[in-house]
């Protein structure tokens, strides 16, 4: 078990493709971890161990890989580097003590590595960047460098420079130690030498400013600096430390993780400048921050230990459920290996398998225990698809596995529409969707069939209109007899439906009435002239007929029924349709395009403004079934730089042109069962 001080929980996030899982790889291979290098394309690293993972190419789960290096511990989380799964990146980044951005230094700074820094941002988590692939052709380390210091600014630290590119790439220049350090065998261990000459000029160049950037965190530094005196090599790495654990300094290193050129650096970095966690003595807390759900194991919880010390057979209390939680079989994963462990000490990451009911964001501490946790907020889910069961079997099953799949990823959310009566699993995007329906059908055992999502039209009136519901039927016994007069009036949006008793006299017993608000309410329900149901609308029964035999509570329900459908008929009905609101963010050069887009979408736009760093802010009422997969338009025009929210706001008449198309769309549907 290593100390505290010595763990290190480090976070490789990044576009996809730019070579976090190689790099995750080719660091537990340089501490001796694994003994041989796994690919991506051959579908067998230790972190992509998904079948969806290897049949993909890509990561699409969050997977830890520790290794030990230099007397310390490190724990590297790998996360996917694709929008659809940001609610991964998001626990990678919530555990993390510090993030190393990994860019390649052939396609540069790409959209979803933006999308990282900021999340890292927002929780000024401690940064810093590792260029890859700078031994593949079109590499570029100073064009790569300069997009990372337009993009994040002056914080941009470079550690290194490269010795050659492309082909020739062969090791990499120390610039604070003014030393190079080649690469030529396959153990990933390089040789330190003199500076190439031809790259000295360079070399001093970027030292001296390294070295300035670096005392300015420090007055005394800085005076000593600014007199000419020598500062020596350990205390501008220990003022870096700070400046990196202030997420004020954000150093860049570089290498080919493919190729072990750098990496024993990067590993040496991590160890020395990395922050550790923070220590905290006490009562044993835990957070969950990604729950596996295993065919066989059941639910495994993965876990960092925020304060004291977690042992096997622990009782520690959910803070959700108040209840206890027994940990037995406590294990460290690498990929999907499982080593057991006794204790996991403060700052640690861990898993345990089979509590009754924990899940990602809970919190299990000791009873009596006081710490305080940042709640676990996931990502809101953009796009939805609706689901149902293949066949009577899984009908059966659906129910239990949602469940489980909702355990593992928090980021799914499941929505029962009473209105379009349709099942709705919303996620980050289609890539997203269909990976939840494949794990749904591998790993669970049921199949679902998707279609595409209702929207919930309603109808109105727009006059007034009275008629006669009359339901007379005679049998070999008793008849049924009822007449009810109707009245129908339009109600403001929103208003609802009332129901107004003017019957005198007793030609409607009083017993009978509430049958005709019955008959009245369930037709409303079921659809008005278009197949959608009714709201918005007063009805009074103000007249009728009964037979003392004949009529019952039956006839007088039909009679309201048959009244209030020839009633609708005649007061003007209307078809409308739900408008969202929607707040889209975006760079600001993407402002004409997006407005075109929402215009040719029906969308008024309310108004726009600039929010800073470059992004503005549309806020537009959009009809809701033009934008049911909105995330698709918005990743299209953007490149994925956009993001949006959305809210219902109103229901508006549908033109009159996409009546007939609607109601026809509608009948269709019902036809199809």
């Given at each position: ?13 990044g ?7 190689s ?19 051959d579908?067998?690293?230790v972190c ?51 993030a190393i ?27 810093a960047?590792?260029?890859?692939k ?36 062969r ?7 003014d ?13 330190a030498?003199p ?13 001296d400013a390294?070295?300035?950037g ?14 000419d ?17 202030e ?5 860049v ?17 991590i ?25 066989y ?20 209390v ?37 509590l ?15 710490v ?37 990823d928090?980021?799914?959310v ?17 890539t ?14 049921v199949?679902v ?5 209702k ?19 005679q ?11 109707i ?15 003017s019957?005198?006299g007793g030609?409607i ?9 019955k ?11 278009y197949?959608f149901p ?8 103000f ?125 269709e549907?019902v036809?199809?069962?």
């Amino acid at each position: 078990m290593h100390p505290t001080e010595q763990i290190r929980n480090v976070a490789l996030v990044g576009h996809g493709g730019s070579g976090k899982t190689s790099l995750a790889e080719a660091l537990l291979f340089v501490g001796g971890a694994i003994t041989r290098l796994g690919r991506v394309e051959d579908g067998n690293t230790v972190c992509d161990f998904d079948p969806e993972e290897a049949r993909r190419g890509i990561s699409v789960s969050l997977s830890i890989a520790p290794f030990e290096y230099a007397g310390h511990k490190i724990n590297v989380l790998d996360a996917p580097g694709y929008a659809d799964f940001v609610g991964d990146v998001a626990a990678a980044l919530r555990v993390a003590d510090l993030a190393i951005f990994v860019v390649s230094a052939v396609e540069g700074v790409e959209v979803q590595t933006e999308m990282a820094w900021r999340l890292a941002a927002e929780r000024n988590l401690p940064r810093a960047v590792f260029i890859n692939k700078l031994d593949r052709e079109r590499a570029s380390y100073p064009r790569t460098l300069d997009e990372l210091k337009d993009k994040f600014g002056a914080g941009i630290a470079p550690l290194e420079l490269p010795i050659g590119e492309e082909h020739e790439f062969r090791g990499v220049i120390d610039l604070l130690t003014d030393t190079a350090v080649t690469y030529s065998g396959t153990d990933g261990v390089g040789s330190a030498g003199p500076i190439p000459p031809e790259l000295e000029g360079e070399e001093h160049s970027v030292h001296d400013a390294l070295v300035e950037g670096i005392v300015v965190a420090d007055d005394d530094l800085m005076e000593r600096y600014l007199s000419d005196e020598k500062i020596e090599v350990k205390e501008l790495e220990h003022t870096l430390a700070k400046g990196i654990a202030e997420a004020s300094v954000f150093p860049v290193l570089c290498g080919s993780a493919t190729k072990l050129i750098g990496i024993d650096r990067l590993a040496t970095f991590i160890a020395e400048e990395g922050p550790s966690p923070r220590a905290a003595d006490g009562a044993p807390v835990a957070f969950v921050f990604k729950t596996i759900v295993d065919p066989y194991v059941g639910r495994v919880n993965l876990f960092k230990v925020l304060q004291g010390t977690v042992k096997t057979d622990a009782s520690l209390v959910n803070g959700r459920t108040v209840s206890d939680e027994r940990l037995h079989q406590l294990s460290v994963m690498r990929g999907k290996e499982q080593e057991s462990t006794g204790e996991v000490p403060t700052g640690d990451l861990a898993a345990v398998a089979k509590l009754s009911d924990t899940t990602t964001g809970d919190v299990l501490g000791a009873r009596g225990a006081d710490v305080e946790v940042e709640p676990f907020t996931a990502p809101k889910p953009v796009l939805a698809v609706a689901i149902r069961p293949k066949s009577k079997g899984d009908e059966d099953k659906l129910a239990n596995a949602l469940h489980r799949l909702l355990d593992e990823d928090p980021v799914l959310v499941l929505e029962r529409n009473a209105e379009t009566k349709q099942t709705l699993l919303w996620g980050m995007g289609e890539t997203h969707l269909s990976i939840a329906l494949e794990k749904l059908h591998r790993k669970l055992g049921v199949e679902v069939a998707t279609d595409d999502v209702k929207v919930a039209y309603r109808e109105t009136i727009t006059g007034t209109a009275e008629a006669e519901g009359k339901y007379k039927k005679q049998t070999g016994g008793h008849g049924q007899f009822g007449v009810a007069f109707i009245r129908v009036e339009p109600r403001e949006r929103g208003d609802g439906f009332e129901f107004v008793d003017s019957i005198v006299g007793g030609v409607i017993p009083r017993q009978f009435i509430p049958a005709v608000e019955k008959g009245v309410a369930e037709t409303m329900q079921h659809g008005g002239m278009y197949g959608f149901p009714v709201v918005d609308v007063s009805v009074t029964v103000f007249d009728g007929k009964h037979h003392s035999v004949d009529s019952s509570e039956m006839s007088f329900k039909m009679a309201g029924s048959l009244g209030f459908k020839e009633a609708m008929a005649k007061a003007g009905p209307i078809l409308l349709e739900p408008i969202s609101e929607l707040v889209v963010t975006a760079p600001e050069q993407f402002q004409g395009d997006l407005m075109g887009d929402l215009n040719s979408k029906r969308g008024r736009i309310l108004g726009s403004s600039a929010v800073g760093n470059g992004e503005m802010e549309i806020v537009a009422q959009v009809p809701t079934s033009e934008i049911l997969r909105y995330e698709i338009d918005l990743r299209s025009i953007t490149g994925g730089r956009g993001r949006f929210q959305v809210q219902h706001s109103h229901y508006d008449p549908v033109p009159s042109h996409l009546v007939s198309k609607i109601a026809a769309q509608a009948e269709e549907a019902v036809r199809a069962g």
